[in-house]
């Protein structure tokens, strides 16, 4: 088995404020997402990378910016922290696309 | 854009009786179809899937049917236990190369 992990659990932050959120996982998987869950709704895809160095945008990848540097870590940039964003971030990971997602505890954004 | 709905926002369930569950799509070149669960404070895991080469999956309690005709899948859970209450998220997407498009989940209660 494996696990993911995302630092730090709760970021609060002021309003416009940049903000980085991490990932890592150790299944080995070469595909990972970035998703925003606002409170009691699905999940909207921000940012997901197929390999190390590739990027690709979701639906709501405006005002975020994101980094694969490493096959096993994922980072999430929110580049100008704004009070409607206040959500939780969640990372997942899989084999590739259209396969299983493993979830990460999920980041709680608080901006101030 | 496309769009997947699940229209019952919340579903209660005596103990031991099935559960229902519905999702829509609006993309007819959907291909796959995941359902993952989501306990209380706890992220998503994924439950079970169906490609659209079937039209029934089973895996132990849990099936899957999906109607391509009507656009709409479900997932029913026989023999309901406690453990099953969460909220469940239903997904679609085209195929391997595309993102997932998710339902914004129906929380299932399991009554004693």
């Known amino acids: 088995g494996g696990i993911i992990t995302q630092t730090p659990k709760f970021l609060i932050g002021q309003e416009g404020q940049k903000l980085t959120l991490k990932c890592q996982q150790n299944f080995n998987h070469d595909t990972m997402y970035w998703y925003r869950q606002d409170s009691g709704k699905g999940l909207r895809l921000i940012y997901y990378?197929?390999?190390?160095?590739?990027?690709q945008k979701g639906d709501l990848s405006e005002g975020y910016d994101a980094s694969r540097e490493k096959k096993s870590s994922f980072s999430l940039t929110v580049t100008s922290a704004q009070k409607n964003e206040m959500a939780v971030f969640l990372c997942?990971?899989?084999?590739?696309?259209?396969?299983?997602?493993?979830f990460g505890p999920g980041t709680r954004l608080t901006v101030l | 854009g496309e769009k997947v709905e699940q229209h019952e926002s919340t579903l209660s369930v005596r103990e031991g009786d099935s559960a229902v569950i519905n999702c829509t799509y609006t993309d007819t070149a959907s291909s796959y179809f995941p359902w993952y669960k989501q306990e209380a404070g706890k992220s998503l895991h994924f439950v079970i899937d169906?490609?659209?080469n079937v039209d029934r999956k089973q895996s132990q309690r849990l099936t899957v049917l999906l109607d391509k005709k009507a656009k709409r899948f479900s997932l029913h859970i026989t023999a309901t236990q406690p453990e099953d209450s969460a909220i469940y998220f239903c997904?679609?997407?085209?195929?391997?190369?595309?993102?997932?498009?998710w339902g914004s989940g129906t929380k299932l209660i399991i009554k004693p």
């Open positions: 997942a990971s899989s084999s590739g696309t259209g396969f299983e997602q493993y």
């Open positions: 990378s197929i390999t190390e160095n590739d990027l």
């Open positions: 997904a679609a997407s085209r195929d391997s190369n595309y993102q997932l498009i």
């Open positions: 169906i490609r659209s």
